[in-house]
């Protein structure tokens, strides 16, 4: 009989090969996996057969993730462990999944999306349009075109940084302005470019490139860029102009309370983001009332009138 150690092994190589599941998401499970197998390490568990893996090892593992780990972290990893277990079940390799017998009721603290204010968002645009104007090099100036295509196209699309990065030349469609998109899940969606100057931007790094690789945006070794490089340049340039912490995905809270604030129907934002339940999108809701808030305070209507 396999260890649980070995049936964690062949369970991620099924999501990898048969459920095909996104690199990120099964880098995600590994971290999830390793915890879990070193947990298991504590009760001499991890060449044990998965079978006996019961109630209350489980319930052993859930309140010690509680102790260790914010709500949001806690229940992605039980998630993915729950998952395991489902998947054993249904391989009729154990006869119940031992998370049926808990009770899990994890609290998450409502946190509103970090979004960029407009004179942030200029001010880094100007930034990297004067990155270009200020190049000496063939080098320097792909670079500076890249960025601006990088910016226009998060702030222009709303699109996840792991989905910019994997973008083909093959879903560009600069004529009628519409990118395709592959979300999460592998679920497609099309968005526009509306906007000139967004067209405009990709088409001036466009023709900067001498690769012929399928991926659009690239480094100068002709290699798709990595998450981890476009996140490194967004920090770098929001501490010089803002200063602050800048992340890619706050274009995307950005482009979703400005849509949300030009009064634009939230199921049609839920559609650009790709968001596969109305909820999510909704959270968008709570910025657009803070901003709501802030021009009442601002207008300072009561004040105008004489008591």
């Not at 095909?20 to 060449?47: E, G, H, M, V, W």
């Not at 995905?249 to 634009?264: D, I």
């Not at 339940?277 to 809701?285: A, F, G, K, V």
Request: glycine share 2%; charged share 25%; hydrophobic share 40%.
């Amino acid at each position: 009989m396999k260890s649980i150690a070995t049936e964690i092994q062949d369970y991620l190589s099924n999501c990898e090969h048969q459920k095909k599941l996104s690199p990120n998401t099964i880098r995600a499970y590994k971290i999830d996996a390793k915890y879990f197998l070193s947990f298991l390490s504590q009760y001499q568990l991890q060449n044990e057969p998965a079978s006996k893996i019961g109630k209350e090892i489980i319930q052993h593992f859930v309140d010690n993730l509680l102790v260790h780990y914010a709500p949001r972290t806690c229940k992605r990893k039980i998630a993915c462990i729950k998952a395991f277990f489902n998947y054993l079940e249904f391989e009729d390799i154990i006869p119940i999944n031992p998370f049926r017998k808990i009770r899990l009721k994890i609290k998450e603290a409502q946190t509103l999306p970090k979004v960029m204010k407009h004179s942030e968002t200029t001010e880094q645009l100007r930034y990297v349009y004067q990155m270009a104007n200020n190049t000496k090099t063939k080098r320097q100036l792909f670079y500076a075109k890249r960025a601006i295509a990088v910016y226009e196209l998060l702030l222009g699309t709303g699109m996840r940084i792991g989905e910019l990065c994997h973008l083909k030349l093959s879903s560009l469609d600069l004529d009628n302005q519409t990118i395709r998109i592959l979300g999460k899940g592998g679920k497609e969606r099309i968005v526009y470019l509306v906007s000139d100057i967004v067209v405009d931007a990709v088409k001036a790094y466009l023709k900067l490139r001498t690769s012929h690789s399928e991926f659009i945006f690239i480094n100068w070794n002709n290699c798709r860029m990595r998450e981890e490089s476009i996140r490194s340049i967004i920090l770098s340039i929001g501490e010089r102009t803002v200063h602050r912490r800048i992340t890619p995905h706050m274009f995307r809270h950005t482009f979703a309370t400005m849509l949300l604030e030009s009064n634009v129907d939230i199921s049609y934002i839920q559609e650009l983001l790709g968001h596969s339940s109305i909820r999510t999108t909704q959270i968008y809701l709570h910025l657009s009332n803070t901003s709501i808030r802030s021009a009442l305070i601002q207008a300072n209507l009561r004040n105008r009138l004489i008591s």
